[in-house]
C-alpha cells in the first residue's frame, strides 16, 4: 500500500522518534507494528492507546517500587491518556482499534465489562464500579465531552470524583434516605478503584474547554497528552482481523488473568527519580506553575510505564496474588526516554492553552481582582469587564475558587454597604 508523507507542525511528536519508545519485543512491539501497517494515524496515538488499554487489562496487579531501606512504594495500575490533533488525523480510529481489543479480550473472559457507560451519571458510574467492575475504562472519543460535563450543574463533581478514583483507594457513596424512607443510610463502596481515561480532543477545542483552574486544580496534571498531527497518507486503510485476534488473545491471557505484583527493583528506581530532579524539580522556577504540576506527576507515570512495558514483554500471567514480575533496566531507561519527549510536548501544549480560550479569560478576571482595591462581586467584575457575561464571570471565578488561586465568601463590599450580603472574591 502506498503512503504519501504529509507535512506537520513542530509541536508533533515525529514517527520516527515513537520507534524508540517501544520495547524491540512483546506485545506493545507487535500493537504498534501491526496498527501503524493499517492505518495512517500518528505512531504517537497507538502507543498512548496501547499503554492505556494494557493498563486497563492488567489493573489486577499491583506496581510495587522498592526502596533499598526494605519499605515500598506502592503505584495504581491506571493510565489517564488524551490524544491531541486537529480533526481528521486519526485519533478515533487509533483509539477505536485499541479499545475495540481490549473489549474482545474481556469479554471471553471472566471479568465484567471493560466499558463505563457513555450516557452514564456520577451516580450510575460508582454503583457500576462498586458491583464488581472496579477495573475499568473511561472511553470518550472526544473528550471535550467530558470537560462540558463537569462544568454542568448536576455533574459538576466529576473531576473531583476522578481525582479521588485515580489515588487508587476506596472511595464510599453515602445515600441518605429521603423523607417516609426510614433512617437507613447506605453506603455503596468501591473497594480497589483501577480508572484508566482514553479520548481525544483537537487543538483549538483544548484550549476553548480548558483554564488555569483546570491544571492547578490537577485535574488536567493527572493527563497524560499524546499530541501529534498526521503525517502520512494511505488512501485506503484496511483491517487485519487475524493480527487483531492474536492481539486480543494475548490480552486476554497475560494481563487480563494476572493478580501479581509487579516490582521495579530499587538500584533502578533512580533512573525515573533522577530525571525527575535534573528535568522538574531542579527546574521549577524556570516553567509555569501549572506546567510543573502537570511534570512533577511524571515520576508516577515513569514507574507505570516501566511495569507497562515489563508486562507487555512477558508470555504468561501472573495468576497467583503473590506472583511477581520484575523491571529490567531496559524498560526503566526506556520509561525515562519516553517521559523526555512527553515532557517537551507538555511546554508546547500550555503554550498554546495560555494564548486563547478559557486561559485568557481567566487571566482578565485574575488581574481585575487583584487589581481591586477591595473585594468584588460579579457585578463590579462585569463593569470591568463588560465583554464577559455574568454566567461566564460566575464561571471563572468557581473554577478560580476551585483551583485555590481566589478566595469566595459574603462579606461587605465597596459598592454594597446595605442590604443582603453579596457573594465576593478576593485575591490570595
Given at each position: 500500500m502506498s503512503i504519501k508523507k504529509l507535512a506537520v507542525p513542530d509541536w508533533a511528536i515525529p514517527d520516527d522518534i515513537v520507534a524508540d519508545l517501544v520495547p524491540d519485543e512483546g506485545w506493545l512491539f507487535d500493537y504498534l507494528t501491526s496498527m501503524t501497517d493499517v492505518t495512517d494515524a500518528p505512531a504517537i496515538f497507538h502507543l498512548g492507546t496501547g499503554v492505556t488499554i494494557l493498563a486497563a487489562a492488567a489493573a489486577n496487579c499491583d506496581i510495587i517500587v522498592e526502596h533499598g531501606d526494605g519499605r515500598v512504594y506502592e503505584v495504581s495500575m491506571q493510565m489517564w491518556s488524551c490524544g491531541v490533533?486537529?480533526?481528521g488525523d486519526r485519533k478515533s480510529k487509533a483509539m477505536e482499534m485499541g479499545v475495540r481489543m481490549l473489549t474482545r479480550a474481556r469479554a471471553s473472559s471472566d471479568e465484567?465489562?471493560?466499558l463505563l457507560p457513555v450516557d452514564g451519571s456520577l451516580e450510575a458510574w460508582h454503583d457500576t464500579m462498586a458491583e464488581g467492575t472496579n477495573n475499568v475504562l473511561l472511553y470518550r472519543d472526544e473528550?471535550?465531552?467530558?470537560?462540558d460535563q463537569s462544568k454542568r450543574g448536576y455533574s459538576e463533581g466529576t473531576k473531583s470524583w476522578l481525582m479521588t478514583l485515580y489515588s487508587g483507594a476506596s472511595h464510599t457513596r453515602v445515600i441518605r434516605p429521603r423523607q417516609g424512607e426510614g433512617n437507613q443510610v447506605r453506603r455503596i463502596t468501591i473497594?480497589?478503584?483501577?480508572?484508566?481515561?482514553?479520548?481525544?480532543?483537537?487543538?483549538d477545542t483544548f484550549?476553548?474547554?480548558?483554564?488555569r483552574g483546570d491544571w492547578k486544580s490537577g485535574f488536567l496534571a493527572r493527563m497524560v497528552f499524546w499530541p501529534s498531527s498526521r503525517q502520512s497518507y494511505q488512501p485506503l486503510p484496511v483491517t487485519d482481523h487475524k493480527a487483531e485476534m492474536?492481539?486480543?488473545k494475548w490480552l486476554n491471557r497475560v494481563p487480563v488473568r494476572s493478580r501479581g505484583k509487579i516490582v521495579i527493583p530499587a538500584d533502578l528506581v533512580h533512573i525515573i527519580t533522577t530525571w525527575i530532579y535534573d528535568e522538574v524539580e531542579a527546574k521549577r522556577q524556570t516553567m509555569p506553575g501549572e506546567v510543573f504540576s502537570h511534570l512533577v506527576r511524571y515520576q508516577d507515570l515513569g514507574f507505570r510505564l516501566a511495569?507497562?512495558?515489563?508486562?507487555?514483554?512477558?508470555?504468561?500471567p501472573l495468576a497467583a496474588a503473590g506472583a511477581v514480575l520484575r523491571v529490567q533496566q531496559e524498560d526503566m531507561e526506556l520509561a525515562r526516554d519516553t517521559l523526555q519527549v512527553l515532557s517537551g510536548s507538555a511546554h508546547k501544549l500550555f503554550g498554546m492553552f495560555q494564548t486563547s480560550g478559557d486561559g485568557e479569560i481567566e487571566a482578565e478576571v485574575l488581574a481585575a481582582i487583584v487589581a481591586a482595591p477591595d473585594r468584588v462581586t460579579l457585578r463590579?467584575?462585569?463593569?470591568?469587564?463588560?465583554?464577559?457575561?455574568?454566567?461566564?464571570?460566575?464561571?471563572?471565578?468557581e473554577e478560580l475558587e476551585r483551583a485555590g488561586v481566589i478566595q469566595g465568601g459574603k462579606q461587605r463590599t465597596a459598592s454594597c454597604r446595605r442590604g443582603p450580603v453579596p457573594y465576593s472574591y478576593a485575591a490570595k
Open positions: 490533533a486537529p480533526s465484567p465489562d471493560v473528550m471535550a465531552y467530558l470537560f473497594e480497589r478503584p483501577r480508572l484508566s481515561i482514553l479520548g481525544g480532543i483537537p487543538p484550549k476553548d474547554k480548558t483554564g492474536n492481539l486480543a511495569a507497562l512495558y515489563a508486562m507487555s514483554r512477558t508470555t504468561k463590579d467584575l462585569q463593569t470591568v469587564l463588560p465583554h464577559h457575561s455574568i454566567s461566564k464571570l460566575r464561571r471563572t471565578c
